[in-house]
C-alpha cells in the first residue's frame, strides 16, 4: 500500500513538473491569484480593437445602398452567413452566425497581424509580441469554446436525448464516440497551433538571412494559408454544431 502511494505521489510531482514547462521566455501578469501570459492579452485587444473599430466606422453611416466600407462589411457577414448555413442548416443556422462569425474574424485578423504586423520592433522586459494563435493557451480556449457551443446546441436541440448519440448505431461504439469529443478540441487547437506557428518560423528563417528579396514569397504564402486557416476552423465549427443538433455522426 505505501508502495502504490509513493508511485502515485511520484507520477503526480512528475506531471506537476511537465505542466511547467516552456519553450521561451514570456512577460507575466498578476491578476488576483493567477499569473496571465501578456503578450497573448496585448496582443488579443489589439486585434479586439481593430475589430471593433473598423466595424464601427464601417457601419456609422449606414445606407440603403451600400457603398465602400458598408458594402465590404455585408460581403463578409453574407460569406458568414452562407458558411453558417452550409454547415448548420437553414433552419437552425441564424442564431449560430455571431458565434461562428466571431471565431472566424478574430482567428482571421489575428492571423494576419502576425503576418503583417512588425511585432518585433516592440520590445518587451520579457519574450516578444506575436500573434494570438501562436500561443497554444489561445488555440485551446477557442476549441474548449467550440465544444461548449456545440454540447449547448445538442442539449438545447434534443435534451437528455443527445446523449443517446453515444450509443449509435450500436453500444459497441460508446468508447469511440466519447473519445470523439475529446479529439474534436485537441484537432482544433492544434492545427490551428501548429500551422500558424510553422508559418511563422518559416517566414522568420529566410528573413533572418536574406532581409530583402527573398522573404517576400514566403510571407505571401503566409497570408494565404492564415486566412485558410480561419476558414477551416470556423467551418469545423459550424459543421461539429450542426452535427450535434442532427444528432448522427
Known amino acids: 500500500m505505501y508502495i502504490i502511494k509513493s508511485s502515485t505521489i511520484s507520477a503526480l510531482n512528475n506531471i506537476s513538473h511537465i505542466s511547467s514547462v516552456e519553450v521561451g521566455q514570456h512577460l507575466y501578469w498578476q491578476i488576483g491569484s493567477f499569473q496571465v501570459h501578456a503578450q497573448v492579452l496585448i496582443t488579443s485587444w489589439v486585434v479586439i480593437a481593430v475589430l471593433l ?3 464601427t466606422i464601417a457601419v456609422r453611416d449606414l445606407q440603403t445602398i451600400p457603398t465602400g466600407g458598408q458594402n465590404f462589411v455585408e460581403y463578409v457577414l453574407e460569406f458568414i452567413r452562407d458558411l453558417t448555413k452550409t454547415q448548420i442548416g437553414e433552419e437552425e443556422y441564424g442564431s449560430w452566425v455571431p458565434f461562428i462569425g466571431t471565431m472566424f474574424l478574430f482567428i482571421f ?3 494576419w497581424s502576425g503576418a503583417l504586423l512588425p511585432w518585433g520592433i516592440i520590445k518587451l522586459p520579457h519574450g516578444e509580441l506575436a500573434a494570438p494563435t501562436n500561443d497554444i493557451n489561445t488555440t485551446v480556449a ?3 469554446l467550440t465544444s461548449i457551443a456545440y454540447f449547448y446546441a445538442g442539449l438545447t436541440k434534443k435534451g ?4 443517446g448519440r ?25 492545427r490551428l497551433f501548429g500551422n500558424i506557428l510553422a508559418d511563422e518560423l518559416v517566414v522568420a528563417v529566410p528573413v533572418s538571412l536574406v532581409p530583402l528579396v527573398v522573404p517576400i514569397p514566403v510571407m505571401l504564402l503566409g497570408i494565404f494559408t492564415s486566412g485558410i486557416q480561419a476558414l477551416i476552423f470556423a467551418t469545423l465549427a459550424a459543421a461539429y454544431i450542426g452535427e450535434s443538433m442532427e444528432g448522427h455522426h
Open 53 to 55: 473599430g473598423s466595424a
Open 109 to 111: 485578423v489575428s492571423n
Open 142 to 144: 477557442l476549441a474548449l
Open 160 to 163: 437528455l436525448g443527445y446523449f
Open 166 to 190: 453515444y450509443i449509435q448505431p450500436t453500444p459497441i461504439l460508446l468508447p469511440i464516440n466519447i473519445l470523439e469529443d475529446f479529439t474534436k478540441p485537441l484537432s482544433l487547437s492544434f
